[in-house]
């Protein structure tokens, strides 16, 4: 749905565009500025609150747009302050398997659970996020795939360390885990704009988004904001009378099968 | 274009991939005469479906297609009500053995293994057979010979069992329990791999039940609506695999190709079809079996945990 992810990133961003010179009303929770830095704040919104998955949904762009107020940069390119943005989708429990061959074939064999792996991450960044900040501000952040610790202790042991990063890997082949090097980007001098994909397979439930502003390494600013993912029509019904009335489900699923076999038979009888 | 979400497989099909492998396997199953869920869960599994949802998703389909057919059958007069009755009592046992033992095995991670591996066994060691059956008979009718007519001995094995019944439609007085026994066994294939199980019924009634042959493919197909809506019903409640909005494309054009494929069947010889299903069947034995012993590309998979 290429056209709807465009309409949506034009209005938002016209939407930005038009409200932020005029000083912007904050559209999301008042950001927080730590004591003893320097002024400046960042402010963010998100083009899409709410995500609702239909039977054509194919996956959608999300927009990320904020401003820096307060900024004492001159010129966009002047790289004095970074942004990053991190989206984390709902965590869930997983199970990770690993094939191993028995008697000729190809079978499953050992497992780890991981007790909360989010649905979604992606880190968007001004430029290499490892760059911006120190490796303990990140980890403190949680920002970037390999300091989150997934509820299982992985440290040291090679074989935790292999199936670890599988699991990433897998992740990162689905565009569930994204980290996007160059996903934000200044326009002039205060406003930026990042853009994220959510693929067709993305879990429903509740999405944070946090943006944070880096001058010399440390977080100035930061605001958060939040989306939720939804199944709608057809999709939402169904999909809640599997889960919560999954008699009544199947049954509906056998008359559905019956009503059909006998139009069809109807249909072409020949007697 | 065209893209579809499904709401239980929780990804994104091809509509026009998905009515035209419904109608693919409706038209080759009107065509042989046969369910072709043997043919549609393989295949669903092969284009990307989680095995447990192709075999749930398999059953309902085939609800769909076995109506149609019982339809044409039961004007014919060519149902056994009674037969039916035993059937599906053993049936309705098998299949929830068969619920059961798949759920067990997908806590484990092993159902896509077990599923293929039973496959492979069942599709192998039948298509090998109707194979070297049809061959023989194609070779024969060279020759110029004709077909040979089957002696069939009047009294078996199954005469001395108790607990008789009287079969009127089948012209039968046999015991209970062969039915009942067939009845299990194809219930426990219904619900374990998502299709009717007619390829197994079928020659156990020719040849353990000994039933009049018009009446074998009417009472077959009308046992396997109920079967495969008991599976449907129970793997819809105890594992949530059933794909309605998946199971409703297949089912359209499955119903609408397999009427194409009767009309196909009518002008094709007996041997050469058989020949011809034969091969298919190993066909799909064989890509079950090379995706079991060659190395695959991912050695990982990822699911959610079990009871969250």
């Not at chain 1, 004095?80 to 398997?97: F, K, M, N, T, W």
């Not at chain 1, 992606?122 to 490892?130: I, K, Q």
């Not at chain 1, 090679?158 to 599988?166: D, K, L, N, T, Y």
């Amino acid at each position: 749905m290429m056209n709807t992810a465009a309409i949506l990133r034009l209005t938002a961003l016209l939407l930005a565009l038009s409200c932020m010179p005029a000083g912007a009303q904050p559209a999301v929770p008042a950001p927080e500025v730590k004591p003893g830095t320097s002024q400046e704040t960042v402010q963010s919104d998100i083009s899409t609150r709410e995500i609702a998955i239909q039977s054509n949904f194919t996956g959608i762009e999300i927009l990320i747009f904020g401003s820096i107020d307060f900024s004492d940069s001159r010129t966009p390119g002047e790289g004095r302050y970074d942004v990053i943005s991190v989206v984390r989708g709902p965590a869930e429990p997983i199970v990770l398997r690993k094939k191993e061959r028995v008697a000729g074939i190809w079978v499953n064999g050992p497992a780890k659970t991981y007790g909360s792996v989010p649905g979604f991450y992606a880190v968007l960044s001004t430029r290499p996020f490892r760059a911006i900040a120190s490796d303990a501000t990140l980890k403190k952040l949680g920002i970037g795939l390999s300091d989150l610790d997934f509820g299982r202790y992985t440290m040291g042991d090679p074989e935790e360390q292999s199936f670890r990063s599988a699991m990433v890997r897998l992740r990162e082949e689905k565009n569930l885990f994204q980290e996007d090097d160059d996903g934000v980007r200044f326009i002039g001098r205060s406003l930026f704009r990042a853009t994220v994909a959510l693929p067709v397979n993305v879990p429903t439930g509740r999405y944070t988004v946090d943006v944070y502003l880096f001058r010399d390494g440390e977080v100035v600013s930061k605001s958060q904001g939040s989306l939720e993912v939804t199944k709608a029509g057809i999709e939402a019904f169904l999909y809640q009378l599997a889960f919560l009335h999954p008699f009544l489900y199947g049954l509906l699923g056998v008359i559905i099968a019956v009503l059909a076999g006998l139009a069809g038979w109807f249909a072409f009888r020949r007697d | 274009m065209f893209q579809i979400y499904l709401p239980i497989a929780e990804i994104s099909v091809n509509l026009v991939v998905m009515l035209g492998l419904g109608a693919a396997v409706g038209f080759l199953s009107g065509m042989f005469g046969v369910g072709g869920g043997f043919l549609l869960t393989p295949l669903l599994m092969l284009s990307g479906i989680p095995p447990a949802i192709a075999v749930a998703t398999g059953a309902n389909q085939i609800v769909g297609t076995s109506v149609s057919g019982t339809m044409a059958q039961w004007r014919r007069g060519n149902v056994d009500l009674q037969m039916g009755a035993v059937l599906i009592a053993g049936g309705v046992v098998g299949a929830l053995v068969g619920v059961f033992l798949l759920k067990i095995l997908r806590e484990a991670g092993q159902a896509g293994l077990m599923i293929s591996l039973t496959y492979v066994f069942f599709l192998g060691s039948i298509g090998a057979l109707m194979l070297w059956e049809s061959v023989n008979a194609i070779r024969r009718q060279r020759a110029g010979k004709s077909m040979s007519a089957r002696k069939a001995s009047q009294h078996n094995w199954i005469h001395g069992l108790p607990f008789k019944m009287r079969f009127p439609r089948s012209r039968l007085y046999i015991s209970a329990i062969p039915p009942l026994v067939i009845g299990f066994l194809v219930g426990l294939l219904a619900s374990f791999l998502g299709v009717g199980g007619g390829f197994i019924m079928v020659p156990a009634m020719i040849y353990l039940l000994r039933m009049p042959t018009n009446v074998v493919v009417g009472t077959s197909i009308f046992q396997i609506i109920f079967v495969t809506a008991i599976v449907t019903l129970l793997h819809a409640t105890l594992n949530h695999t059933l794909d309605i909005m998946l199971a409703f494309l297949l089912i359209i054009g499955g119903v609408i190709g397999g009427q194409f494929g009767v009309r196909a069947g009518q002008k094709l010889r007996g041997e050469q079809l058989r020949a011809l299903l034969a091969l298919m069947v190993l066909g799909v034995a064989i890509r079950i079996l090379l995706d079991l012993v060659i190395r695959p590309s991912e050695l990982y998979s990822i699911v959610p945990l079990a009871g969250s």
